[in-house]
């Protein structure tokens, strides 16, 4: 697979999907490889999918030191994954937590970003975060799925600093518009593909700076999609929507019954969406 030296010499591995114009993926977790990004709904049947298996994951190599998984320190591997095949202006999506990343590399790097579309995406780098009032909203949503009462209690559990690996699993339909054997499978994928040290470090203290965030982000010249799900926790539609909010070339979209994994509760519509914001031409702006 394709690999490219980070400014610190490690080795990073991205995967190529499709073709035509090329979309950077930068995944969650924190820190989970690709993998599960799978082909994000056939996108690419129109853009040429670029899939970051972010340092410690997949089959990236492991940093010297494990400070260097601290979101604002792996801005320069983004840099270095536009760079690598000498790209002047890209067009990033990212998802979850990764949504932190991409912003800290829009904020320092405004000028070589052309589009950015965040999915379910966090918003730490911007001080806007989920809350337990947050996930606790957006789980009566689901009061009457079958597996409603377990997955509640497990979720007790988790706020109250309590869960089992047990009740970490049972919390999974929350995070789906359906709990079918694809999401399941899909659920059942996360523990092989994260980094659990790296996910501990990601957000540790200084990672974000978010009233000079906000600043570049005021300013930002680069079209943007906030996409949430309307069953998902993280964001909520209307946390999405305050996101929006920051940026002045920004639009919301709410995917019905969908969770955090919308391309995967709806392919097609989840394509039609984010591929159709990434094709809209602007007259008198390069492609």
């Not at 980070?6 to 979309?23: C, R």
């Not at 978010?210 to 209307?238: E, K, T, W, Y």
Request: charged letters at 20%; proline letters at 7%.
């Amino acid at each position: 697979m394709p690999a490219f030296s980070a400014s610190d010499g490690t080795v990073l591995t991205y995967h190529l999907v499709g073709e035509g114009e090329p979309l950077l993926c930068i995944p969650g977790g924190p820190m989970r490889a690709s993998a599960y990004l799978g082909d994000l709904g056939g996108l690419p049947k129109q853009r040429r999918l670029v899939l970051l298996d972010l340092r410690g994951t997949g089959g990236s190599g492991l940093p010297g030191t494990p400070a260097t998984y601290r979101c604002d320190r792996q801005v320069d591997d983004i840099e270095g994954l536009r760079e690598h095949p000498g790209l002047e202006r890209v067009d990033v999506l990212a998802h979850s937590a990764g949504g932190d990343l991409a912003l800290l590399h829009a904020a320092r790097h405004p000028d070589r970003v052309r589009s950015l579309s965040l999915i379910t995406s966090r918003a730490r780098a911007l001080g806007i975060d989920f809350t337990e009032e947050h996930r606790r909203e957006a789980a009566l949503l689901r009061a009457a799925e079958p597996w409603f009462a377990s997955a509640q209690e497990a979720w007790e559990a988790v706020w109250a600093g309590s869960a089992t690996d047990a009740d970490w699993d049972a919390i999974s339909p929350f995070f789906y518009g359906r709990w079918d054997a694809a999401a399941q499978t899909h659920a059942a994928s996360e523990a092989a593909q994260s980094n659990a040290e790296a996910a501990e470090a990601y957000a540790a203290s200084g990672a974000f700076d978010p009233a000079a965030a906000r600043a570049v982000m005021a300013s930002l010249d680069a079209r943007v999609l906030v996409l949430a799900g309307a069953l998902d926790s993280g964001p909520l539609p209307r946390v999405a929507a305050a996101v929006a909010e920051l940026f002045p070339r920004a639009e919301l979209a709410v995917q019905p019954d969908a969770g955090h994994y919308p391309w995967l509760d709806d392919p097609l519509r989840f394509r039609d969406t984010v591929g159709g914001f990434l094709a809209q031409q602007e007259p008198g702006r390069p492609a």
